[in-house]
């Protein structure tokens, strides 16, 4: 299985909504469910020969969300292990940075673009919906990260997340 580096961001509006985006696995999530095959992601995407996670990360939310000229703020995040929802399963080393927008204005006419799977569309989720919903999100713990930012726990060292069933 190919090893690839990633940053992702947990994208945040005025109102402390998390932007996720909905892609659809290329099998079933879950046998005995066949026709769910929708998952939740946050922006972002693989380093390019060069790249730091920081310039991935805000290459990936121009070309994802239209939004250029981001502030990163930590990393607060790591998820690295084998993940099977894309079209290519891959050891996904990834890295989660902090962005706070000043609005909730986004672009995502290049989305699907780049993407492996099929992209289904994106949405600005209320924290209390979000761990609150039966939805599949990747990876386990990020509802829960998000709440802890927003109350102003920002981890000192990035938290290890992982893949749900992994």
């Known amino acids: 299985m190919p090893t690839r580096d990633i940053a992702r961001a947990l994208v945040f509006d005025p109102d402390n909504r998390l932007l996720l985006i909905e892609y659809e696995a290329v099998r079933p999530i879950d046998p005995a469910q066949p026709e769910a095959r929708g998952f939740w992601f946050m922006p972002g995407g693989g380093l390019e020969p060069g790249e730091s996670h920081e310039v991935a990360c805000r290459r990936e939310l ?57 992209v289904r569309g994106t949405r600005w989720w209320p924290l209390d919906e979000l761990a609150a919903s039966a939805e599949r999100v990747e990876p386990a713990g990020l509802a829960a990260l998000a709440q802890r930012i927003v109350s102003g726990d920002v981890p000192p060292e990035p938290v290890r997340l992982t893949w749900r069933d992994a």
């Open 62 to 118: 121009s070309e994802e969300i239209g939004v250029a000229e981001v502030e990163l703020g930590p990393c607060v995040a790591v998820c690295d292990g084998p993940f099977h929802l894309f079209r290519k399963p891959r050891f996904a080393r990834e890295r989660y940075f902090v962005v706070r927008l000043p609005s909730d204005a986004i672009d995502t006419s290049r989305l699907a673009e780049t993407e492996d799977n099929p």
